[in-house]
């Protein structure tokens, strides 16, 4: 490690939605970077939404995320282990405020595996409105060289 540039890595991300008695999962693989600054851990990567890009930033730090999404969708979000968090959701249809209660933020990395797994759990709010309980697990591991 130490890189600031990044050491390339396979990200698998996977998103559960569940509203009442709705389910929905989302899958995202990708190629991405994996870094440490200062007392934080960073993972980029890029996905393809309706043949737009989209450019995802996610900051690991202590009992916190912060998301922050850039290109077809625009979001900046951090979720804070066990408190209420406001930021915003942008598409090129609309702008929401989102609004999120994390449950559970757990990050672990083996160094001799080089692998790393992050889970997070919220309720989400969009504009007042609720939409479910969101469970994130992004797995990911140093790509063969």
């Known amino acids: 490690m130490g ?15 569940r509203d009442g008695a709705r389910k929905e999962i989302v899958v995202i693989e990708a190629n991405g970077l994996y870094y440490l600054k200062g ?11 309706e043949g ?8 690991i730090a202590n009992d916190e995320v912060v998301v ?8 900046r979000h951090t979720f ?3 408190s209420e968090t406001i930021g915003t959701y942008e598409s090129p249809m ?7 209660k994390t449950e559970q933020v757990l990050y672990q990395y ?3 595996t080089k692998k790393g797994q992050l889970f997070f759990s919220y309720i989400l709010h969009l504009s007042g ?3 479910g309980r969101h469970t994130v697990t992004i797995s990911f591991k140093e790509a063969k060289k």
């Open 110 to 112: 083996n160094e001799k």
């Open 129 to 131: 409105k609720h939409v």
């Open 80 to 82: 804070r282990k066990q």
């Open 3 to 17: 890189k600031v540039n990044g050491v390339p890595i396979q990200l698998k991300q996977v998103t559960e939605i």
């Open 39 to 49: 007392d934080a851990t960073y993972v980029t990567f890029e996905e393809t939404y």
């Open 68 to 75: 922050l999404r850039s290109g077809a969708i625009s979001m």
């Open 52 to 59: 737009e890009t989209i450019k995802n930033v996610v900051k």
């Open 94 to 100: 609309a702008r929401w405020e989102m609004k999120t």
